[in-house]
T-cell receptor, first 113, second 111 residues
Framework: KAGVTQTPRYLIKTRGQQVTLSCSPISGHRSVSWYQQTPGQGLQFLFEYFSETQRNKGNFPGRFSGRQFSNSRSEMNVSTLELGDSALYLC????????????FGQGTRLTVV | DAKTTQPPSMDCAEGRAANLPCNHSTISGNEYVYWYRQIHSQGPQYIIHGLKNNETNEMASLIITEDRKSSTLILPHATLRDTAVYYCIVLKKTSYDKVIFGPGTSLSVIP
């Protein structure tokens, strides 16, 4: 079966712009989590969605938001981009929760200039 | 904060067993030990998990000490493709707490 698909793979934006990233989980998976990965901070949890509801949220400012659709696809939005938002954004899907075997996508590499 | 500590880096000769340690001294009774790895420029990949018994799958073996305060991931015959960052995390299987990844162990398999 198809794996977790993230689009786009690469993105360049300027400061102050906003960006939307997309994640299509594995068919049948209802939990989608988002992570930000930077060389200095490592993998940091952003939020998790399950059945269209945000269940958990990490320590990120309100500029970072997300949503999940009825088909379990998820989007993440970052508004008013800052240089420090440059990172690899990873999406993970699992059947029930991240506490079960989770499958990660290849990520979206966002560069803010 | 991560509930686990791992050495920042390790080397292993190709073909030999790679033994990656993890300390989780504050683990509670209903928390599982999970291992993931991340090969450069790819998303993390699930390897194995366990509660208290040793586990083995096609990728690796997981040895958990009797007191559950530490564990070891064993890659029996390391190959160059096993070069990656390995993350050990503890999770309650019945809750939906956010998953915290630590810095992991960077394993280099040397020819």
């Amino acid at each position: 079966k198809a794996g977790v698909t993230q689009t786009p793979r690469y993105l360049i934006k300027t400061r102050g712009q906003q960006v939307t990233l997309s994640c299509s989980p594995i068919s049948g998976h209802r939990s989608v989590s988002w992570y930000q990965q930077t060389p200095g901070q490592g993998l940091q949890f952003l939020f998790e969605y399950f059945s269209e509801t945000q269940r958990n949220k990490g320590n990120f400012p309100g500029r970072f938001s997300g949503r999940q659709f009825s088909n379990s696809r998820s989007e993440m939005n970052v508004s008013t981009l800052e240089l420090g938002d440059s990172a690899l954004y990873l999406c993970a899907s699992s059947f029930e929760a991240l506490n079960t075997e989770a499958f990660f996508g290849q990520g979206t590499r966002l560069t803010v200039v | 904060d991560a509930k686990t500590t791992q050495p920042p880096s390790m080397d292993c000769a190709e073909g030999r067993a790679a033994n990656l340690p993890c300390n989780h001294s504050t683990i509670s009774g209903n928390e599982y030990v999970y291992w993931y790895r991340q090969i450069h420029s790819q998303g993390p990949q699930y390897i194995i998990h366990g509660l208290k018994n040793n586990e083995t799958n096609e990728m690796a073996s997981l040895i958990i000490t009797e007191d559950r305060k530490s564990s070891t991931l064993i890659l029996p015959h390391a190959t160059l493709r096993d070069t990656a960052v390995y993350y050990c995390i503890v999770l309650k299987k019945t809750s939906y707490d956010k998953v915290i990844f630590g810095p992991g162990t960077s394993l280099s398999v040397i020819p």
